[in-house]
T-cell receptor, first 115, second 109 residues
Framework: GAGVSQSPRYKVAKRGQDVALRCDPI?????LFWYQQALGQGPEFLTY????????KSGLPSDRFFAERPEGSVSTLKIQRTQQEDSAVYLC?????????????FGPGTRLLVL | GQQLNQSPQSMFIQEGEDVSMNCTSS?????WLWYKQEPGEGPVLLIA?????ELTSNGRLTAQFGITRKDSFLNISASIPSDVGIYFC?????????FGAGTRLTVKP
């Protein structure tokens, strides 16, 4: 398919474990966004890449969260020393150009449960 | 945190009924977007509004961008069971996107 894909779809982690969540954006899309969606809430912005440059990481909740997009395509969101409050769905979205008013296409998300 | 207030939080309607939901903000947005999210999936864009006062339709869906640029509504006419899902309003802010908390729609056949 030509859509945004994310893996794994589900992840169960023990508290304190590190996790890595992968996003494959639509081929050729310049902008990539990560969002966190808590149960019953709308997505909340975490970070934004334009190609390989991380232009905004103001939404990352703590320094345990780290995102990268080294070659300007695939991105990884890493959470170190996971805590129970990190349990959420992590959504990735991409857009063809700079994301501000461009249509963002979302992946299916990774549902993270920290026990 | 969320800057967009959506109402109602949930709706239970009969198939065939019309639906109306809205979104308000204390801040001005230059673009309003409406997304639908189904269980286990990411949000899918339904309608994008770019001008204050703009009224846009997409099939049975109609959305309007308020004149003040601080509100928007979404109407769904003649609802069908596959309309079930959570509807989010969203607005771009600088380099991010702000979402409302969503309106959960249930359609009874």
């Amino acid at each position: 398919g030509a859509g945004v894909s994310q893996s794994p779809r589900y992840k169960v982690a023990k508290r304190g474990q590190d996790v890595a969540l992968r996003c494959d954006p639509i081929s050729g899309h310049v902008s990539l966004f990560w969002y966190q969606q808590a149960l019953g809430q709308g997505p909340e912005f975490l970070t934004y890449f334009q190609n390989e440059a991380q232009l905004d990481k103001s939404g990352l909740p703590s320094d345990r969260f780290f995102a990268e997009r080294p070659e300007g395509s695939v991105s990884t969101l890493k959470i170190q020393r996971t805590q129970q409050e990190d349990s959420a769905v992590y959504l990735c979205a991409s857009s063809l150009y700079r994301g501000r008013e461009e249509t963002q296409y979302f992946g299916p998300g990774t549902r993270l449960l920290v026990l | 945190g969320q800057q967009l207030n959506q109402s109602p939080q949930s709706m239970f309607i009969q198939e065939g009924e019309d639906v109306s939901m809205n979104c308000t903000s204390s801040s001005i947005f230059n673009t309003w977007l409406w997304y639908k999210q189904e269980p286990g999936e990411g949000p899918v864009l339904l309608i994008a509004l770019y001008k204050a006062g703009e009224l846009t339709s997409n099939g049975r869906l109609t959305a309007q961008f308020g004149i003040t640029r601080k509100d928007s509504f979404l109407n769904i006419s003649a609802s069908i069971p596959s309309d079930v899902g959570i509807y989010f309003c969203a607005g771009p802010r600088e380099d991010d996107m702000r979402f409302g908390a969503g309106t959960r729609l249930t359609v009874k056949p």
